[in-house]
């Protein structure tokens, strides 16, 4: 059978889920930016073409930028401290492994609690955790002589809900690097060492190029989760206090679902889509890139 | 001849007597037909949506006998409130059918009004379908009934009743009798009062327990707190709700009471500035804090054993107001009294709206009202005379008694536009509690965007 064939018919194969796949996708898109574009509430009906205007609106509004500011200091926060913890533990799992220690699995397994753990659940859990009159955090740190900390009522509110989500989702940087670092033969290392590399130029020079692509694939990933994200941060403080935690996808709920403005909650949404999507396309062009040391 | 006109008499005579069994017959057939026909409702099967508060747990279990007497059956989906009012709305609005009754409330109702989306009540009230000993419409609270009819000034068609209610609750002032024994303190009618109590305790008190708190998380939920200091300072949202809808933020009685309601919470529990509903409810329980002006359905939680350090300590009294004012000159009265009511989809069949009003009278009937308020679930709510002859020996039911009267169906602006004026009302009042916005620039903004969202809906 010539390949010609055997192509065209991999291709009709796949065709139902692909044609699957673009009606799912395409009509919720198509119908998104109909309301974007149009005014007049959740009917279908009656609704008159106001063209930019609803982008306009939100464009203009000073909680669009000020909401944006807190979605920027939001994902750097979580990004900069879940990385470097991710792979500090990836390293000591892996250093682990190579020195045959007991119990890796077993540690394994507990990292991943949080993971497995459901959003609403760990919002409810820390929600409770961080109240400053009857939480567990402050009762702890009382006993070593700290006085309450205001964790969700005031400033601390952001750097709060940042440390739940480190807690929530280093597990997947770690899962994720330490899946990288399982790729590299250990012969590499040895050579490097017989060169006379110690364990930091071994990490340098050979482990962090190797991971890279792993890492981009992974800070990608969850910069575009981070973008989206609304469970922990709507539970554990609604947004607030104020608008302290307000990111962009909370905005969007409080005008979808308490203001009802379907019409200017659409145009948020399509705002927000093309900001996802261009950390799509780095994403691809990230994944497609990088080194490959291993088959030279 | 003479027989030609006998038979032409005999021939009459028999079509008469004919024609009287012809007109007994179809009398006797359509009173057959009547006595055994069923009502146009029956087999009929409605969609009912609800959220869990208290007695729905109960209602639902009950609603097999509902089915059973009316051979209607109901399809109940129990929903968080906001998964609620979410589908409610658009279901409604968009003309989907597939809810066929809703608990609403303030809410959403006025909305659903204003799109012609909910049956007005009045001609079924007035209809054969009402059964006087369910319905017993003098049974319920005036205060209820006014609770679930919206002003025509404002919304489509005349002052109606677009609901039933299933709960009433009105907001209230609840205190620890053992706490204001210790420091001689009396029942605060005013607000100065009542953070003067608020202080005295906190200072002889805390970190044990603490003067004041108040819910304050960013949702409807401050607001449900903040208005109860606004109203009774005084402040008006509107030149005069519900003919003039021009906003009256940017003065100094808002200004007083954002600034009282910000300054009280140095009498709060650490961290209380973005406290739920649930947080106040287990600082009260536990007696961490000595007073709380709320809903007086708290009552539910304070006095029941399982879940109170505090059973039996509680005093129940109105709202204060600021001092200086009467509650006749606080516009619409300082509390607000509110309902969870059952609404029609006006978009359904006539036998579904049929069906669907003997679902509502039903559920809100004094005999299962009574009977919920006898089991317990429906403490710190009442809605019927017949609930409080039950539950009158509790001390929260007189202190209901006297809470209701400052109430007002119009505490908070029943307006379609008041879901978007309350978002931005949470968002400047929880800015000024935590000191991100100052007081002045609140109560301009406030103004500000009140303004335009009224202009944008061509109320102003």
Known sequence: MSKTHNLKRSNLLILPFIVTLTILTLIPFVMLIYLSLTSGGFSLKARQFVFLSNFI???????????????????????????PLGLIIALALKRADRRGLKGKNLLNTIFLIPLAIAPVVVGVMWRFMFNSSFGIINYLLKLIGVNGIDWLGGKMALFSVILVDIWEFTPLFILILYAGLQTIPEQMYEAASVDGAGYFQSLWYLTLPIIKPVAA???????????????????????????????????????????????????????????????????ARLSTKGTNIISG | MKSKETNKRRLLMKSKALLYCLVVLSFLVLLTIAAVAEEAYEGQTIHVVGFRIAGMDELMAK????????????EFDMLSMEAMRQKMRMDFEGNTKKIDVGLSSIHITPTLIEGNNILPLNDFLESDLVEPELLAFDDYFPAAIDAVTYPSEVLSGEDKIWGLPFHF??????????????????????WEEYIENAKIIYEGEAPDIYGLVWRSLRSPQIIWAFNQVFRGFGGKYFANYPTDLHPTLDNETTRAALQYFKDSFDYAPPGS???????????????????????????????????????????YAPIPIKSGLDYDDIAFGPAIGAAEHWVINADISDVKKQAAFKFIQWATSKPVLSELAASGAMRGFLTRT???????????????????????????????????????????????????????????????????????????
């Open chain 2, 63 to 74: 609603v097999p006998e509902f089915e059973k007497k009316y051979n209607i059956n109901v």
């Open chain 1, 217 to 283: 694939v992974v800070i990608v990933i969850r910069l575009i989760d981070l973008m989206r994200w609304i469970v922990t941060i709507f539970i554990m403080t609604g947004g607030g206090p104020g608008t302290k935690t307000e990111i962009l996808n909370v905005y969007l709920y409080y005008l979808a679902f308490w203001q009802y403005d379907i019409d200017k909650s659409s145009a948020l949404a399509i705002v927000l889509i093309i900001i996802s999507a261009i950390y799509a396309y780095i994403f």
């Open chain 2, 273 to 315: 500035r973005s406290w739920a509903y649930t947080e106040v409810i287990t600082a009260l329980s536990d007696g961490a804090v000595a007073q709380s002006c709320d809903d007086l359905m708290y009552a539910r939680y304070l006095e029941d054993h399982e879940t109170s350090k505090t059973v039996g300590d509680w005093g």
């Open chain 1, 57 to 83: 609106k939100i464009l203009n509004s000073e909680r669009f930028w000020k909401a944006a500011l807190t979605t920027l200091y939001w994902i750097s926060g979580a990004i900069v401290l879940e990385f």
């Open chain 2, 386 to 460: 017949s609930m409080y002859e039950i539950q009158k020996d509790e001390e929260w039911v007189k202190g209901f008694l006297e809470a209701q009267k400052h109430s007002s169906k119009l505490a908070r602006p029943k307006l379609p536009e008041w879901v978007k004026l309350s978002e931005v009302l949470s968002t400047k009042v929880s800015q000024v509690i935590i000191g991100e916005k100052e007081v002045n620039d609140a109560a301009k903004e406030l103004q500000k965007e009140f303004t335009t969202i009224l202009e944008e809906a061509g109320r102003i």
């Open chain 2, 169 to 190: 609750e009105v907001q209230g002032l609840m205190y620890r009798k053992s706490v204001y024994e210790k420091y001689n303190l009396k029942v605060p009618t005013t």
